[in-house]
């Protein structure tokens, strides 16, 4: 009995080719989203239009055969909320993915630590203040008030958070979620009491916190997508530390993971992208809740795959729910993704409670 | 001095413990261990006694209150994490299994301190998950999802984890734990294999009696805080220094073919259920 074992490939991962394809695709779906979305729209420019002025912008083909307005709807409308719906999802997928391997918590999201109070209150702050504040400093930054307060009141929300949970045994993930909570809850309650105050301003502050991407341009952009595309690089290069992560933390630790300092810049970097995407749009629902649990389920649990992933088809879903959230008449993206997500969240729900029988 | 002659594990006055909400526990108190390289040693003890506290103390991941310790002639304060897990590899009481891994991918995390590549397996991680997986008898596990193995299976997987950190030093907190009786007999003898084909320095806590005698080439035992040898020389257990430890009757005797074996009496038997009314038939 001496045969020659057969030589057997190990999956020690996710194999090139697979990668290949899920990412290939993932760039695919983008493209073609965000094309439809630079095409379709409600303002009377028409996809052969808009094709011409992309041609004619990006590559110097063509000649200019449209209305100046055309070239504006298409340049300083369209494109910002198409970069801009990439940008946030991919922020919001990626954070999310971090988030429910860090905390090992299946309803965990990008908002769980008390990002999305803390820009909440922030830019309800904001949005109060007297006029003349916010267009001084504005102007001299470039960016609006209402960015600027969510923004810092989000990461400053989470450094709290941060604080409140850690003990002499470091800092337990049931402390993080309680604390997330419980600052959340506040948050809230800071949020709910300045609307009542709020006045003639209440729809301002209504439309923020449902979430829109109508206040993505150019210049917001290019502060958001550096602070969103360096934590997205940190975090990938962090993937055999989140992988770790899976098997819990005492595995984690035998495997030479240094706990304490992981969880902080796994939930700074996650943070900060979910700043800075909240910033951007307000606080957008389900995408970083839903995308990880969907990707995980199709691709399995491996972060040098789903990392990628997440940033891709994210960025593809938010693009999506914006434009259906503008041809559906300017309805908030927030509500788009909520619509859609929590049904197919509970449909994604049913389906493994079937699969698995416990 | 040679490496050969270097302990692999040395500790002198030893003290460690937990601050909780109840105030201060201190559950090592004064231990002095030294395990050479390639040593086998079974710790007893009652539960509660700190054998896990122990191992987590050698693992580097519970720092000591007081004493010294020496890993491989080195101190353990100056061991960082990422070394430390290239030496010790630890397979703790419960570790989760993450659902949708295949039990080759959950072996290759053992890998990670071995990183050399930003992204993706080099051909050394290859040759070892596979050794791994040879060497804890789960070869034919590979392409399984874990979700599907049972508890024997789930064992062999995560000592293939442990081994492919390829480590010096094997730590094994009730390894035995929720096996079957001819499990806890495969792994054993599984065990006493391993540690001379990979010249492993094995710590291992268990229960039996009769496994520790097995398998080990010490047996200590530890209580109230400290540890002291568990009988008569190395591998033979005091049934009156284990009846003291448990605080349970601990019955000796000799097997047909001559083995010495230890049991302890059964309480039925010496009438504690005496007075109950007898069973219902039904």
Known sequence: MSATPAVRQLVLGPSIGRTTIVLTAGAVVLLAVSLAAAALGTAGVGPAEAAGILAYRLFGIGSVSWPSSSETILWELRLPRIVGGMVVGAGLACAGTVFQALLRNPLADPYIIGTAAGASFGAVSALLLPAILPLAIGAWLGIGLVQLFAFVGALTTVAVVFTVAHGRSGTPVIALLLAGYAISSLLAAGVALLMFLSGDRLTAVVAWLLGSLAGASWPRLAIAAPLIIVSFTLLLLRWRRLNALLLGEQAAAHLGVDLEREKRILAGLGALATSAGVAISGTIGFVGLVVPHLLRLAFGPDHRLLLPASMLYGAALLVLADLGARLAGGIPVGVVTALIGAPFFLWLLRRSLVAHGR | ?282
Do not use: C
């Open chain 2, 1 to 282: 001095m040679a490496a050969d002659h270097v302990p692999a594990i040395r500790l002198r006055g030893v003290a460690a413990g937990y601050r909780g909400a109840a105030g201060d526990r201190s559950v090592l108190d004064g231990v002095d261990l030294d395990v050479s390289a390639g040593e086998l040693v079974v710790l007893l003890g009652p539960n509660g006694s700190g054998k896990t506290t122990l191992l987590r103390v050698v693992a580097g991941v519970l720092p000591p209150r007081a004493g010294q310790i020496e890993l491989f002639g080195r101190a353990l304060a100056g061991w960082s994490r990422h070394d430390l897990a290239r030496s010790v590899a630890v397979l703790p009481q419960t570790t989760e299994l993450p659902d949708g891994f295949r039990v080759s991918e959950v072996v290759n995390l053992g890998r990670i301190p071995h990183a050399t590549r930003a992204f993706g397996a080099d051909a050394d991680d290859e040759r070892a998950v596979a050794a791994a997986l040879r060497d804890a008898d789960a070869e034919e596990l590979a392409a399984r999802p874990v979700r599907e193995l049972s508890g024997g299976e789930r064992q062999r997987v995560l000592l293939a984890l442990a081994l492919a950190q390829e480590p010096r030093l094997l730590l094994l907190d009730e390894p035995t734990l929720h096996l079957d009786l001819s499990h806890q007999l495969g792994l054993v003898q599984l065990l006493r294999r391993l540690r001379v084909a990979r010249r492993l320095t094995v710590i291992a806590v268990l229960h039996d009696l009769n496994l520790a005698a097995g398998l080990a080439d010490r047996v200590l035992l530890l209580r109230d805080g400290r540890l002291g040898p568990a009988g008569r020389g190395d591998r033979v257990i005091d049934p009156e220094l284990a009846r003291s430890a448990f605080g349970v009757t601990i019955e000796e005797a000799i097997t047909p073919d001559g083995r010495r074996v230890l049991a302890p009496a059964m309480p039925v038997r010496t009438g504690l259920l005496q007075d109950l009314p007898p069973a219902d038939p039904s």
